[in-house]
């Protein structure tokens, strides 16, 4: 484990660039003091934002580069005109390089895995990557997995996941042995959802002391806390989580709506403020912020283009974290254990069936 | 269009049987006085409930059957047991026969859609069919559809549902031409998604007079009210139906906690008694109960198994819509329009590309 965490920053990415990044950096800080920075991007705009923030600056390295890509280019645009040169793929080779523990961008999701993905590699076992959160639960938080980097996809995939966000959950909630669901819909199905089915079977049959596998999760199940895990396919996943972050939108509005319509309830609203905010702190996609890039040799962390000082920070604590806790040595060890399982697997499955 | 409109009821359907049937069909009858019922089950329970709905009663014939398809039966289960003798399959088979107009039941999804399928039979042009159902945004109801009759599909398979959901949008919105979207997501797709990709292409160049296609929705669009109709495969559609329905109910569970709280925010709630009330209403999973199977010959509608009186009202109120303002007919003239417009369709592709 490393003594300090160092954490290589894009600079550029986000629809405000510096203007967020750097001061997100700085709350991120004042969280994780052993923590350190390689600021990637234009330096003149990055060094006038860590004038305001001493003690990052203390803590920080700037690496000048004039090319930052946008957040609307496609990720054979970006890499074509910002591989090696942008600030977001030089983040990236930090990691590579071993000069940085993890890299966080708030760059478009297309363009930082295409990067990501094309610089480091997928490690070994793993064939395609995932992007995975933290889902707020009635329980407490949850894993999701994967929410987007990987549409479709066959049972081994959906199993390289679980043993991924398996990783992902005992880091960040400090379990010992998560437990882990499949996404899958409740009707009864007339055609397809074989490769979920089989999933259930490879999970069920790996006995994994890593993570305790418990079958099937409906969509409404992911908010009731029903697995510290949920694996999905990527465009499932992506849909699950959208939908529910804008009914969590739609409800605010009416709240808002109703609770200013009437004096009464303006008056209620007065009394119930302190509710109110604590509900609004509960209801926070900032805190939800930072979607992890699973299944390559190097840590890299997604945050929210749009995000405020506030929400960037929750992302490099995210980033923080997997690099603390040791996300990927845990993530090879169960994979490599896996290697090993693989060739019993008749054998596995025969105490199942 | 009928003068009446007959619905057949499987009373036995759903977790209360005719204690909620009888009562909820009473309420719609208030709503729709040119309704008529045929009760399908157990005649001497539902003679029991008529007894204290003398007007449900008067327009209403039992038919007596002792077989009840039951909650947990396996579609093909189902099938064996219940084929011809069941509560559910005679629901169904009256529509067939033209006794009823449409059937109702509150049973299970698995079921009710095997027996309706090998019953009514797919339309000529329809391969697979769907479940629609309609979804509260801040801009008003939308229909989303396939909520889980068919996972995966490929472009042709969304298409028709694109047809059978702008029919249903129009019949229940009183709209002329819909808008249309297709739920897609927004991340870079990295690999597959090419169905959908290819069925924006058909539905752009089929320039329909009945639909105005939108282009992709994601999920957080469908609150929004992004389109009129919501269009997805199986799977995605009701992993996203749960998902809302799971995060609007998280959502009730922290304010109502959060409201509770404090001595403050209890007098807060008093003061907004009604504020929160109407939110509740705004909230009531009840209102958009009964999902409609869409691309058989006749038309059946599924109410949730728990719901209560109010809630199967509710569903009777659909089925009740889609007869009176002829669902089939708006289906079957796109489609036989659409049959002669594949002819066609190297023109109307240029027109586009």
Not at 185 to 201: F, L, Q
Not at 218 to 242: H, P
Request: proline fraction near 4%; hydrophobic fraction near 45%.
């Amino acid at each position: 484990m490393p003594v300090k965490v160092r954490i290589a920053l894009d600079a550029m990415g986000g629809d405000f660039g510096p203007s967020v990044i750097v001061p997100g950096a700085a709350i991120s800080l004042g969280r994780h003091p052993d923590a350190e920075f390689l600021l990637f991007g234009d330096s003149a705009l990055i060094e006038k934002e860590l004038a305001a923030h001493p003690a990052l600056k203390k803590v920080s390295r700037v690496i000048h580069t004039d090319v930052a890509v946008s957040m609307h280019d496609k990720p054979s645009q970006a890499l074509r005109r910002g591989r090696k040169v942008s600030s977001m793929w030089l983040a990236i080779e930090a990691v590579k390089k071993g000069e940085a523990d993890v890299a966080v961008s708030a760059g478009n999701t297309g363009a930082l895995m295409a990067m990501a993905r094309f610089c480091l590699r997928t490690l070994p076992g793993i064939d395609r990557p995932a992007i995975a959160a933290t889902w707020p639960t009635v329980r407490g938080d949850s894993v999701v997995l994967d929410l987007g980097a990987t549409i479709g996809g066959d049972a081994a995939h959906l199993k390289a996941l679980a043993v991924m966000g398996a990783a992902m959950a005992s880091v960040l909630f400090d379990l010992e042995r998560p437990t882990v669901g499949l996404l899958n819909i409740g009707v009864e199905e007339i055609k397809g959802g074989e490769e979920i089915r089989e999933a259930a079977e490879l999970l069920r049959a790996m006995q994994s002391p890593r993570f305790e596998f418990v079958g099937f999760v409906e969509g409404d199940g992911i908010g009731k806390g029903a697995a510290d895990v949920i694996v999905s396919e990527g465009f499932s996943g992506n849909i699950a989580l959208k939908a529910a972050e804008g009914t969590a939108r739609q409800i605010s509005e009416y709240l808002k709506a109703a609770m200013s319509r009437t004096w009464r309830s303006k008056i209620g609203y007065l009394f119930a403020r302190d509710a109110f905010k604590a509900l609004k702190d509960k209801m926070d996609p900032n805190k939800s912020n930072g979607g992890v890039f699973l299944g390559l040799n190097g840590i890299v962390v997604k945050s929210h283009g749009g995000t405020s000082a506030d929400g960037f920070a929750y992302a490099v604590d995210v980033g923080y974290d997997m690099v603390r806790y040791d996300l990927l040595t845990k993530i090879n060890q169960t994979l490599n254990r896996e290697a090993g399982a693989l060739v019993s697997t008749p054998t596995a499955q025969e105490a199942v069936s």
